[in-house]
């Protein structure tokens, strides 16, 4: 691949990205199908382990998933209508004008947004759709929450990459290309023990910028405070984001 800025925060823990990040609603995929103007293809960039791939794969003939990241690639489960490639969101390997969807899962604030967005308006068709969305801080109770806030914004506060800012405003700040539609409202559910909280809170970025700098595990400092709260560790408790969704269309 040509030189390009790759912002890498996640090729050393792709193996939890896979395992612990949660999956995105199926009635999203279905509203994305039903508002693109075809089904043909559809562009995943910055598929990551291929969480959104996989869901696109039942709505659309052909999916282009692609990651600057060989690591992430690596962890992708194979898929018969699934093509992956390692790219860089503004040099994908795609005619112009071939693709009906594109998609951005919780990744848009790491790109240059402008030579992707001009990337997007290439391979895009007439009427094509991109979507992009970005998810925030979990809820499971409040007195679990709190403490997750804290951790959040204190312990691993000033080891959050600054784009971190665009997640949490929900993108509205991002300058979007094309004609916006107003989305639906679309949330994340799932049920979690209290190992696969810890394995997600292990993915977050600034945490593996705080166990870089300090030498030190920050979940060392809360995993005590989020046991007791939690009680039996094998207990399933249901956990929910609000997902942050912008859609637009080109127009021409």
Known sequence: MKNSTFKDHFSSNSEGYNNFRPDYPDTLFHYLSAISPRTNSAWDCATGSGQSARKLAHHFKQIIATDASVHQLQ???????????????????????AIDLITVAQALHWFDMEPFFAEAERVLRKKGILAVWTYNLLSITPELDEIIIVFYRE?????????????????????????????????MQAQWSFAHLIGYLNTWSAVKCYKERKCQDPLDLVKEDLYRVWGDPNVFREVTWPLSLRVGRKNS
Request: charged share 20%; net charge negative.
């Open 75 to 97: 962890n992708t489960p194979k898929h018969a209508n699934i093509i992956y490639a390692l790219a860089y969101a503004d040099q994908a390997p795609i005619k112009k004008d």
């Open 155 to 187: 312990t691993v506060g000033p080891f959050w990459p600054p784009e971190r800012q665009y997640v949490e405003n929900g993108y509205r700040e991002i300058t979007f290309p094309f004609t916006q539609i107003a989305a639906p409202d679309f949330h």
